[in-house]
């Protein structure tokens, strides 16, 4: 092992190295890996918003995350925040205004406005 501004180097011998930091990971890059791209980069907006009645919609199916998909195959998480009907959506930007996002997501009527 030696100590180069910072960093420490050590040499690993494996057969299947395996890198779990993300898309941005600092040591692929630093081992000149590359990684394909899936999506084009883009914006996107977190909505908070209230659908108290989107729990019992879902019964039983009900998670902390659901996604929505969209034809093109990208998908936006839906969270519940804090269990008493607060969701945010990570969805698009664009002209559309966030209640209708939110309300083509949801797809059915949750007690949202």
Known sequence: MTEDAGWVRTVVR???P?????????????????????HRTR?????????????ALLGPR????????EPSGLRHP????????????????GPAEAVDVVRRALGADTGFP
């Open 62 to 69: 009900a998670a902390l995350v659901h996604f929505v998909t």
């Open 43 to 55: 914006a996107l907006r977190n909505i908070l918003f209230r659908a108290p009645g989107l729990a």
């Open 18 to 38: 395996v890198g779990c930091e993300g898309a941005s990971s600092p040591v692929r890059k630093a081992c000149g890996i590359d990684a394909t791209e899936r």
């Open 78 to 93: 839906l969270r519940a925040m804090d269990g008493r009907g607060l969701y945010r959506l990570t969805g698009p930007t």
């Open 14 to 16: 494996a057969r299947y």
